[in-house]
């Protein structure tokens, strides 16, 4: 936070801008890899291999016609879109996409913003999330609508715990030498780094629980009931047109990239490669390096993000529930009990 | 950088139009929203006091939960908006209370000249840290800590089962 | 320096406000939603309190209350939903006898 203002701007403007460059290419990515898992093509007319095929979905959300159910409250039927949007972009300001870098005597934090409490934005962003997904079904003044978004309000909220858990037991591993962890995600990336070993490796479990709820969170299948078309017609988006809907559309799938970045960070050593990237305080030429490291890492599992979309089939919404608080909140009380002791005796 | 005055005065804003809207408004939804404005404003006043946890502890916990279950019991509930009565006098009483209670917690501010002292730094080897804060809690309020823990069980049975709809065949 | 005052005059608004909405509404939820507001002006004295002395000690107290209102909020909105079911009303006032 010793950053001058225009520095503070300047990161800010770079991590909003790969945010917004990843999403159209994300919305893409979809389509092409659902497309090449089913045996199929995908877009492929507007630009080469389709490459222009979200701006032609951009300019088609722009200037659709803006329906607004009767009875509807204005102002937090546009604003509901507008909230998850906004909570899933804050989420990447506090992703790490290098160590530090240092030109002459100025060292930079490659991260828009180095709070020590890197972790909790992240947790507090997604719960003020659910907001948007509430007040987007209520707003609609349609029965299908409030059903659907109190059905997945209530998942994000009971998956919230579990994330909440899975995060915890792997920020016990994030303890340095004196025994003091860190919230920070520039941290945890570092002390990964030092030790050479990615979390994923020293808290497996942690990582299929952060995962699991993850998906979640982001009413991604397996858990996307609440917005499945032959369910509840679109749950809480579908009284929603043009821009509105689009805003919603860049929510979740910023949403997805914001998680994937977190995980990255979390489990999968970041800007992290053995051998590639081994220091933390780098040069020019070294932070592009470890920006790319994470950028291929980010991709990679977005890559599986998508995969697995179109592989497993959906869940049932009591049996969303049933998992999130039967299997996985006892599971990840127990991964903190056993990873907890396993720390503390040395062990890990 | 911004002073720390403006923060302070911005926030206060925030917290108190939430505060004056939960109060007025007719519709129970959009007090809630209010007020879970409202307690994001209290968030960021706890971050110019230097408490960095508890502000993120409020906004998970305070607006980001409690405030997501009063969405959804009101809701549920789906209430309509009563018309407005008109000030009774027993609503001009209860206003009458409400700024009787702030001047009696004024009073002491405006007596006691020391309280009006520009307020000196905090104490730079114990600040409001996670560590810190951590360290307090599990060590010297080890206890309020474990009877916290088996209250917030006791209250999840019991709201539970209070909530929970008769089965076929039971009674109320 | 913000001095502490402003903090304890904020406190006690809020504090009255919530008073007066406690005591001015009759919807059980508005009313639930006064006492929150009472319980968050405690919480913002503690902290601008301690911050002086034990900084620390003053977020580990807010800490309690803000696990003992999640309690309570609990608690309480199941009764306002045990008590919605009985008598179709959320009103404070339609709920004075002890006849179903």
Same mark, same amino acid.
């Given at each position: 936070?010793?950053?001058?203002?225009?520095?503070m701007?300047?990161?800010?403007?770079?991590?909003?801008?790969?945010?917004?460059?990843l999403?159209?290419a994300?919305?893409?990515a979809e389509?092409?890899?659902s497309a090449?898992?089913?045996?199929?093509?995908?877009p492929?007319r507007?630009?080469?291999?389709?490459?222009?095929?979200?701006?032609?979905?951009?300019v088609?959300m722009?200037?659709?016609?803006?329906v607004?159910?009767g009875?509807?409250?204005?102002?937090?039927?546009? &604003?509901?879109?507008a909230?998850a949007a906004?909570c899933?972009?804050?989420?990447m300001?506090?992703?790490?996409?290098?160590?530090t870098?240092?030109i002459?005597?100025?060292r930079?934090?490659?991260?828009?913003?180095?709070?020590?409490?890197?972790?909790?934005v992240?947790?507090?962003?997604? +719960?003020?999330?659910v907001?948007?997904i509430?007040?987007g079904?209520?707003?609609?003044?349609s029965?299908y +609508?409030?059903?659907?978004?109190?059905?997945? +309000?209530a998942?994000?909220?009971?998956?919230?715990l579990?994330?909440?858990l899975a995060?915890?037991?792997?920020? %016990?591993?994030?303890?340095?030498?004196t025994?003091?962890?860190?919230?920070? %995600?520039?941290?945890?990336?570092?002390r990964?780094?030092e030790s050479?070993?990615?979390?994923v490796?020293?808290?497996?479990?942690?990582?299929?629980?952060?995962?699991t709820?993850?998906? &979640?969170?982001?009413?991604?299948l397996?858990?996307?009931?609440?917005?499945?078309?032959?369910?509840?017609?679109?749950g809480y988006?579908?009284?929603?047109?043009?821009?509105?809907?689009?805003?919603?559309f860049?929510?979740?799938y910023?949403a997805?990239?914001?998680?994937?970045?977190?995980?990255v960070c979390?489990?999968?050593?970041?800007?992290?490669?053995?051998?590639?990237?081994?220091s933390?305080?780098?040069?020019?030429?070294g932070?592009?390096?470890?920006?790319?490291v994470?950028?291929?890492?980010?991709?990679?599992f977005?890559?599986?993000?998508?995969?697995?979309?179109?592989t497993?089939?959906?869940?049932?919404y009591?049996?969303?529930?049933r998992?999130?608080?039967?299997?996985l909140?006892?599971?990840a009380?127990?991964?903190?009990?056993?990873?907890?002791?396993?720390?503390?005796?040395?062990?890990? | 950088?911004?002073?720390?005055?403006?923060?302070?005065?911005a926030? =206060?804003?925030? =917290?108190l139009?939430?505060?004056?809207?939960?109060?007025?408004?007719?519709n129970?939804?959009?007090?809630?929203?209010?007020?879970a404005?409202?307690?994001?404003?209290?968030?960021?006043?706890?971050?110019?006091?230097? =408490?960095?946890?508890?502000a993120a $502890?409020q906004?998970?916990?305070?607006?980001?939960a409690?405030?997501v279950?009063?969405?959804?019991?009101i809701?549920?509930?789906?209430?309509?908006a009563?018309?407005?009565?008109?000030?009774? $006098?027993?609503?001009? =009483?209860?206003?009458?209370a409400?700024?009787?209670?702030?001047?009696?917690l004024?009073h002491?501010?405006?007596?006691?000249?020391e309280?009006q002292?520009p307020a000196?730094?905090p104490v730079p080897d114990?600040?409001a840290?996670?560590?810190?804060?951590?360290?307090?809690?599990?060590t010297?309020?080890?206890?309020?800590?474990?009877?916290?823990?088996?209250?917030?069980?006791v209250?999840?049975?019991?709201?539970?089962h209070?909530a929970?709809?008769?089965?076929?065949?039971?009674?109320a | 320096?913000v001095p502490?005052?402003w903090?304890?005059?904020?406190?006690?608004?809020l504090?009255?406000?919530g008073?007066?909405g406690?005591?001015?509404r009759?919807?059980?939820?508005?009313?639930?939603?006064?006492?929150?507001?009472m319980?968050n002006?405690?919480?913002?004295?503690?902290v601008?309190?301690a911050?002086e002395?034990?900084?620390?000690?003053?977020s580990?107290?807010?800490?309690?209350?803000?696990?003992?209102a999640?309690?309570e909020?609990?608690v309480?909105?199941?009764?306002?939903l045990?008590?919605f079911r009985?008598?179709?009303?959320?009103?404070a006032?339609?709920?004075r006898e002890?006849?179903?």
């Amino acid at each position: 936070m010793n950053d001058p203002l225009w520095l503070m701007l300047l990161k800010s403007v770079v991590v909003f801008g790969l945010t917004m460059t990843l999403v159209p290419a994300l919305v893409l990515a979809e389509r092409r890899v659902s497309a090449w898992m089913q045996y199929r093509v995908g877009p492929n007319r507007v630009g080469p291999f389709g490459a222009l095929q979200p701006l032609a979905d951009l300019v088609k959300m722009l200037f659709k016609e803006e329906v607004r159910p009767g009875g509807v409250p204005g102002f937090l039927f546009t &604003a509901a879109p507008a909230i998850a949007a906004t909570c899933s972009l804050v989420m990447m300001a506090v992703v790490p996409l290098g160590g530090t870098l240092e030109i002459g005597e100025r060292r930079i934090r490659l991260v828009a913003a180095d709070v020590d409490l890197g972790v909790l934005v992240v947790l507090a962003a997604s +719960s003020i999330g659910v907001y948007g997904i509430t007040l987007g079904g209520w707003a609609s003044n349609s029965k299908y +609508s409030l059903l659907g978004g109190l059905r997945s +309000s209530a998942q994000m909220i009971s998956y919230e715990l579990t994330l909440a858990l899975a995060l915890l037991g792997v920020l %016990l591993l994030g303890a340095d030498g004196t025994g003091l962890g860190s919230f920070s %995600l520039s941290d945890m990336v570092a002390r990964q780094a030092e030790s050479g070993v990615w979390n994923v490796f020293r808290a497996p479990l942690a990582f299929l629980l952060f995962t699991t709820a993850a998906f &979640a969170e982001t009413n991604r299948l397996p858990f996307d009931l609440p917005e499945a078309e032959p369910e509840l017609v679109g749950g809480y988006h579908t009284e929603y047109s043009a821009m509105r809907f689009g805003l919603f559309f860049l929510g979740e799938y910023a949403a997805m990239v914001a998680g994937s970045a977190v995980i990255v960070c979390l489990f999968l050593g970041g800007w992290h490669l053995p051998y590639v990237t081994p220091s933390e305080v780098v040069g020019v030429g070294g932070a592009a390096l470890q920006a790319a490291v994470f950028l291929a890492k980010l991709l990679a599992f977005l890559f599986f993000f998508i995969h697995v979309r179109w592989t497993l089939p959906r869940f049932r919404y009591d049996q969303l529930m049933r998992l999130g608080w039967t299997v996985l909140l006892p599971l990840a009380l127990a991964n903190l009990l056993v990873t907890g002791g396993l720390v503390a005796a040395g062990i890990l | 950088m911004i002073d720390e005055r403006v923060a302070f005065v911005a926030f =206060a804003v925030v =917290a108190l139009t939430g505060a004056v809207n939960v109060v007025v408004r007719r519709n129970p939804v959009h007090g809630a929203l209010w007020l879970a404005s409202a307690f994001l404003g209290i968030a960021g006043l706890f971050l110019t006091l230097g =408490a960095g946890l508890l502000a993120a $502890i409020q906004v998970i916990v305070y607006a980001g939960a409690i405030m997501v279950l009063f969405l959804f019991v009101i809701l549920l509930l789906n209430l309509e908006a009563p018309p407005f009565e008109g000030i009774s $006098i027993a609503r001009g =009483a209860s206003l009458l209370a409400g700024a009787a209670t702030v001047a009696l917690l004024v009073h002491p501010l405006v007596v006691a000249r020391e309280l009006q002292l520009p307020a000196q730094p905090p104490v730079p080897d114990v600040p409001a840290t996670a560590g810190n804060v951590a360290a307090e809690l599990f060590t010297r309020f080890a206890l309020p800590f474990e009877i916290v823990s088996l209250l917030l069980l006791v209250a999840m049975v019991g709201a539970i089962h209070v909530a929970r709809r008769p089965r076929p065949g039971e009674s109320a | 320096m913000v001095p502490q005052a402003w903090y304890l005059l904020l406190s006690a608004l809020l504090f009255g406000l919530g008073i007066a909405g406690f005591a001015a509404r009759r919807n059980s939820l508005v009313m639930f939603m006064s006492v929150e507001l009472m319980l968050n002006a405690a919480n913002l004295a503690f902290v601008a309190c301690a911050r002086e002395h034990e900084p620390a000690r003053g977020s580990v107290a807010a800490l309690f209350v803000i696990a003992v209102a999640a309690a309570e909020v609990a608690v309480g909105l199941a009764l306002v939903l045990a008590l919605f079911r009985l008598k179709r009303t959320v009103n404070a006032d339609e709920a004075r006898e002890l006849r179903a």
